[in-house]
Nanobody, 123 residues
Framework: VQLQASGGGLVQPGGSLRLSCAAS????????VGWFRQAPGKEREWVSC????????DYANSVIGRFTISRDNAKNTVYLEMNNLKPEDTAVYYC?????????????????WGQGTQVTVSS
């Protein structure tokens, strides 16, 4: 599967963005999908994940209540809705996928990665 992340941009603190992770090839319905981010000078960190089939979701503590992950199987796309953005959310955001029925969110879970989209939160 090939993944294309998009939707990043420059937004003011308190603003919103919706990232998309579009897949080409096999349907994402059979894939667990995760979002990760990497800020300058920092290691990549997990943000959120959604399981295949059951659609179980999980979030990093830093984004709970502000970010929502969802999937649209008809569009073969997973979204990350980001609200009340903060400067510390600034990073390159990556989506990743793995064909598994298990609900796993660690970076090692995912074999397929998109190219990343830049999110900058600044006034």
């Amino acid at each position: 599967v090939q993944l294309q992340a998009s939707g990043g941009g420059l937004v003011q603190p308190g603003g919103s963005l919706r990232l998309s992770c579009a897949a080409s090839g096999p349907t994402l319905e059979y894939f667990a999908v995760g979002w990760f981010r990497q800020a300058p000078g920092k290691e990549r960190e997990w943000v959120s994940c959604i399981s295949s089939f059951e659609g179980i979701t999980d979030y990093a503590n830093s984004v709970i209540g502000r970010f929502t992950i969802s999937r649209d199987n008809a569009k073969n796309t997973v979204y990350l809705e980001m609200n009340n953005l903060k400067p510390e959310d600034t990073a390159v955001y990556y989506c990743a996928a793995e064909p598994t029925a298990h609900h796993r969110c660690s970076e090692a879970t995912y074999a397929y990665w998109g190219q990343g989209t830049q999110v900058t939160v600044s006034s």
